[in-house]
């Protein structure tokens, strides 16, 4: 009897060391098990985007079914995910998104709307007047240039409220280089928007380092064990959750393959975590996670029983001669 052959879906992750990053893989393979005719080869490009290029042309060259990416930088990997996308590959951009319209269906949470949840919550907080200092992502990325235009877009509505751009990329280090260097400016400011949890808990460190407790911050993505314990700890004022879109990859990848519809964008839910709500969320998110594990367990089992059989089979057939 033929096997039916599986289908190959190619995913290019930008990196994969974050807590954020581990987060949507595991969503992804948390899916993966109801899709049993699906199968993924995985790249991650630790964060370069030339080795990211690199490791979608070898994907292409494995003969790929489908490509999920979710690009470092847009500019540099546009040209080849155009390239793919036009040699008939359907493809999925995820969270980060590139400079044209050569995907089959973008996935992530509207990174405008981010921006705009953490500066209308900001000016609230503060009373409509005081000082800020945002802490951007890469530039070259779009969340990061779509976090900024929001929350310039919802500070345009409080001229008296005062913000000092600086430029970060996601990571710790960026924010450990540039904040010290502004004692000065700090002893003015009520509060901080980093992109990213990561860098607004980094920011808080250094806050609390410098002399400056009283400093409030908001951070962006709201995860379970990151951001969710940093709010829950008052480390953070707030987060914007930001869900990783792996499961939702992996569903649209399967709708696609199997001839179905997907939306060219597909927008997820995003919320302002705070000190209000963010012990409902944590025992949402641990529900969730506990029926999942529940249901790889039961997936498992029902392999391992299926080989238990398969060589009870075989030893049959032995002993048959058949
Ligand atoms: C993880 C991350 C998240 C952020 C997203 C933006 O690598 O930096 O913290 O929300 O990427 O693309």
């Known amino acids: 009897r033929q096997q039916q052959r599986q289908l190959v879906i190619g995913i290019s992750q930008l990196g994969d060391a974050d807590a954020w990053r581990k987060e949507m893989k595991a969503e992804m393979d948390r899916e993966l098990v109801f899709n049993p005719d699906l199968r993924i080869i995985y790249r991650q490009a630790g964060y370069n985007s030339q080795t990211q290029v690199q490791q979608i042309r070898e994907l292409v060259k494995k003969k790929i079914d489908l490509l999920i990416v979710s690009p470092n930088e847009a500019s540099p990997l546009t040209p080849i995910i155009d390239s793919v996308y036009k040699s008939g590959i359907p493809v999925i951009t ?11 269906s973008f996935i992530g949470a509207d990174n405008i709307e981010v921006g705009r949840l953490a500066g209308t919550y900001a000016a609230d907080f503060l ?22 235009k929001g929350f310039a877009d919802a500070m345009a509505a409080f001229p008296q409220i005062n913000v000092q751009v600086i430029r970060g990329d996601w990571l710790e280090g960026s924010v450990q280089q540039q904040l010290p260097a502004l004692t000065d400016q700090l002893r003015n400011t009520q509060l901080i ?26 951070g962006v993505d709201a995860q379970p064990g990151t951001g969710l314990t940093f709010v829950e700890h008052k480390t953070l004022l707030a987060s914007v959750l930001y869900p990783t879109g792996g499961g939702e990859a992996i569903r649209a990848a399967a709708r696609i393959l199997h001839k179905q519809e997907v939306p060219k964008r597909d927008f997820l839910r995003t919320i302002i975590v705070d000190s209000t709500n963010v ?16 249901i790889v367990r039961q997936d498992l089992l029902l392999k391992s029983q299926a080989k238990t059989f398969r060589t009870q089979k075989n030893l049959i057939g032995v002993l048959l001669g058949t």
């Open 127 to 148: 009373g409509q007047k005081g000082s800020i200092i945002e802490i951007t992502g890469l530039q070259s990325s779009t969340p990061a240039r779509q976090r900024e």
């Open 94 to 104: 995820v969270d980060r998104n590139i400079n044209s319209g050569s995907y089959t």
């Open 193 to 218: 928007f980093a992109h990213n949890d990561v860098m607004a808990n980094t920011a808080a460190t250094i806050c609390r380092q410098l002399g400056f407790p009283g400093i409030r911050i908001i």
């Open 279 to 294: 012990v409902m969320l944590q025992q949402q998110f641990n529900k969730v996670i506990a029926q999942q594990k529940d």
